[in-house]
């Protein structure tokens, strides 16, 4: 055995490991090869108390920095994490199992909301009224919420807590991050990471855990917010928890993304984002593509173009050199999920047009690997359409209209993302008014928000009124006060009076 899969990944406990001695543990797989490379704390309830009382105390610390010490810290972590992205990059890859410029991907996408926290002094202004009424002025002041908790998915170890904690710490607030047992190592070099930069003990704290960590989050009274992102039984879990509790709470669920094919689209452009959007990170993304929804009759030829790109698709170990086209999934046991969907669908009468069960990558015999799978005519009413796969799966439903695609887009439980392919402005001026989804692209298959809009979805896809991060994000970690002020001025006094106060 390893020396390595005895490790047991600890938690980040007031600016230091903290090391859990009473033996709760999950295993950490390393997915390309199967093999367990480590175990990680699963925390107790007194290391969960631990955590929260070290975040309220660093948050009584941190929200009286002024703005400009804040500020000084979240450029130092930035440029921290600009020059060392590449240590992260790693730790994903062997952990999560995506290809490692993949992995580089998530990051960049997280280090821009870094980015846009390092402008955060524009985002947490209140305003000012002079002479709301005669000599009385109103203003308010935006002020940090306190401890601010965020549960993480596995999919994106980096960059979906990025969504959350760079506006969180700016706005003055203390976090406590609960990332997923299946890759926690992410988590822990960035509060490594955090230290380095400067930023108080306390302030960025790492609890390792399941269901019992969650629970504990939800329920402390010190803990002010709850960002989670993953599955959304457990979003929809998590939001009516934590609301019961008192706290603000934003919680993204999961998605199945449609890509809307018009006849006159570039069937070859079109072929690419779909293999892009349907199989990069092995279809572990939230805003991966799961359905080509063809306009008739544009099928037949797209789906050939599609499986011609699938025959040269290179599938193995994400860290390998040269980088294969897609890695493994997370676990053994999702892969079996996600083998099981395609089962589902062959039995509900789809076509299995590429079959990625039973792939085997040599030298990687008990890695977790599912080729990439196309099914064609997928019955809409089959569990294989109606629910989240997150796999290398891609689904054509072939439609006669953009009207029939359109209603069997807003249909679905879910409204993450969505495209449209086409070359008719109008559809897209149209299908962007119509469709029933948070997140529309235009000809772009993977419609993540730039770091200053917001990332967030409707329906079954995000429970809570805050998206992620931009102002809607500043919003969330903050809370305005407005004040009502006059300096006395015997002129001005008004004397006694018992009605409700009247401006003049
Ligand atoms: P998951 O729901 O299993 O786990 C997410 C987090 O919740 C983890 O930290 C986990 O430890 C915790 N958790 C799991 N079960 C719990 C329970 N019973 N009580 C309390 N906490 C619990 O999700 P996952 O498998 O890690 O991630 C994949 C899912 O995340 C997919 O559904 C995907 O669509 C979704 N996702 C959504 C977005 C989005 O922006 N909407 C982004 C990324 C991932």
């Given at each position: 055995?390893?020396?390595?899969?005895?490790?047991?990944?600890?938690?980040?406990?007031?600016?230091?490991?903290?090391?859990?001695?009473?033996?709760?543990?999950?295993?950490?797989?390393?997915?390309?090869?199967?093999?367990?490379?480590?175990?990680?704390?699963?925390?107790?309830?007194?290391?969960?108390?631990?955590?929260?009382?070290?975040?309220?105390?660093?948050?009584?610390?941190?929200?009286?920095?002024?703005?400009?010490?804040?500020?000084?810290?979240?450029?130092?972590?930035?440029e921290l994490l600009n020059a060392r992205k590449g240590e992260l990059a790693e730790i994903i890859t062997r952990e999560h199992g995506k290809v490692l410029s993949d992995a580089m991907g998530e990051i960049l996408r997280g280090q821009e909301v870094?980015?846009?926290?390092?402008?955060?002094?524009?985002?947490?202004?209140?305003?000012?009224?002079?002479?709301?009424?005669?000599?009385?002025?109103?203003?308010?002041?935006?002020?940090?919420?306190?401890?601010?908790?965020?549960?993480?998915?596995?999919?994106?170890?980096?960059?979906?807590?990025?969504?959350?904690?760079?506006?969180?710490?700016?706005?003055?607030?203390?976090?406590?991050?609960?990332?997923?047992?299946?890759?926690?190592?992410?988590?822990?070099?960035?509060?490594?990471?955090?230290?380095?930069?400067?930023?108080?003990?306390?302030?960025?704290?790492?609890?390792?855990?399941?269901?019992?960590?969650?629970?504990?989050?939800?329920?402390?009274?010190?803990?002010?917010?709850?960002?989670?992102?993953?599955?959304?039984?457990?979003?929809?879990?998590?939001?009516?928890?934590?609301?019961?509790?008192?706290?603000?709470?934003?919680?993204?669920?999961?998605?199945?993304?449609?890509?809307?094919?018009?006849?006159?689209?570039?069937?070859?452009?079109?072929?690419?984002?779909?293999?892009?959007?349907?199989?990069?990170?092995?279809?572990?993304?939230?805003?991966?593509?799961?359905?080509?929804?063809?306009?008739?009759?544009?099928?037949?030829?797209?789906?050939?173009?599609?499986?011609?790109?699938?025959?040269?698709?290179?599938?193995?170990?994400?860290?390998?050199?040269?980088?294969?086209?897609?890695?493994?999934?997370?676990?053994?046991?999702?892969?079996?999920?996600?083998?099981?969907?395609?089962?589902?669908?062959?039995?509900?009468?789809?076509?299995?047009?590429?079959?990625?069960?039973?792939?085997?990558?040599?030298?990687?015999?008990?890695?977790?690997?599912?080729?990439?799978?196309?099914?064609?005519?997928?019955?809409?009413?089959?569990?294989?359409?109606?629910?989240?796969?997150?796999?290398?799966?891609?689904?054509?439903?072939?439609?006669?209209?953009?009207?029939?695609?359109?209603?069997?887009?807003?249909?679905?439980?879910?409204?993450?993302?969505?495209?449209?392919?086409?070359?008719?402005?109008?559809?897209?001026?149209?299908?962007?008014?119509?469709?029933?989804?948070?997140?529309?692209?235009?000809?772009?298959?993977?419609?993540?928000?730039?770091?200053?809009?917001?990332?967030?979805?409707?329906?079954?896809?995000?429970?809570?009124?805050?998206?992620?991060?931009g102002v809607q994000g500043f919003e969330f970690f903050t809370r305005e006060k407005a004040i009502t002020s006059r300096w006395l001025d015997p002129a001005l006094h008004g004397g006694i009076n018992l009605g409700f106060p009247q401006n003049d």
């Amino acid at each position: 055995m390893s020396t390595e899969s005895t490790t047991v990944i600890p938690h980040w406990i007031d600016g230091a490991r903290r090391v859990s001695t009473h033996g709760r543990t999950a295993p950490v797989f390393n997915p390309a090869t199967g093999e367990v490379q480590a175990q990680v704390a699963l925390a107790d309830e007194a290391e969960i108390a631990e955590a929260i009382a070290s975040a309220h105390a660093g948050y009584l610390v941190w929200s009286e920095y002024s703005i400009a010490k804040r500020q000084t810290v979240i450029f130092a972590f930035r440029e921290l994490l600009n020059a060392r992205k590449g240590e992260l990059a790693e730790i994903i890859t062997r952990e999560h199992g995506k290809v490692l410029s993949d992995a580089m991907g998530e990051i960049l996408r997280g280090q821009e909301v870094v980015e846009l926290a390092t402008g955060f002094p524009h985002l947490i202004k209140g305003a000012f009224s002079e002479n709301a009424s005669t000599g009385i002025d109103v203003y308010s002041i935006k002020q940090p919420i306190g401890v601010a908790a965020i549960v993480s998915p596995f999919n994106f170890p980096a960059m979906v807590p990025m969504w959350f904690f760079p506006v969180a710490i700016a706005a003055g607030n203390a976090v406590i991050l609960k990332p997923s047992e299946k890759d926690p190592s992410a988590a822990l070099w960035m509060a490594e990471l955090w230290k380095e930069a400067g930023l108080p003990d306390g302030v960025f704290t790492v609890l390792n855990g399941d269901k019992l960590a969650v629970d504990g989050l939800l329920t402390a009274p010190e803990v002010a917010s709850i960002s989670f992102v993953g599955s959304t039984p457990i979003a929809q879990y998590i939001y009516e928890t934590a609301s019961k509790h008192g706290k603000r709470v934003q919680a993204l669920g999961g998605a199945k993304n449609h890509m809307l094919v018009l006849p006159d689209a570039d069937l070859d452009l079109v072929a690419d984002q779909a293999i892009n959007a349907g199989y990069g990170a092995a279809g572990e993304r939230c805003m991966a593509i799961s359905v080509v929804l063809a306009v008739e009759p544009v099928a037949d030829e797209l789906i050939v173009k599609i499986q011609e790109r699938i025959a040269k698709l290179r599938i193995g170990n994400g860290a390998s050199t040269p980088e294969p086209d897609m890695g493994p999934l997370i676990t053994d046991v999702h892969r079996d999920k996600v083998t099981g969907y395609i089962d589902i669908a062959e039995q509900d009468g789809a076509t299995i047009v590429v079959d990625g069960r039973g792939l085997q990558v040599e030298g990687h015999e008990n890695g977790f690997f599912v080729g990439p799978t196309l099914i064609d005519n997928i019955p809409t009413t089959s569990r294989a359409y109606t629910e989240e796969i997150f796999g290398p799966v891609l689904e054509v439903v072939r439609v006669q209209s953009f009207d029939e695609g359109v209603a069997l887009i807003n249909s679905g439980a879910f409204g993450n993302g969505t495209a449209i392919f086409t070359n008719d402005g109008g559809a897209a001026r149209r299908f962007q008014h119509e469709i029933q989804v948070g997140m529309i692209g235009i000809n772009v298959p993977i419609p993540v928000p730039v770091a200053y809009h917001s990332f967030g979805g409707w329906k079954a896809s995000l429970f809570g009124d805050a998206k992620a991060y931009g102002v809607q994000g500043f919003e969330f970690f903050t809370r305005e006060k407005a004040i009502t002020s006059r300096w006395l001025d015997p002129a001005l006094h008004g004397g006694i009076n018992l009605g409700f106060p009247q401006n003049d």
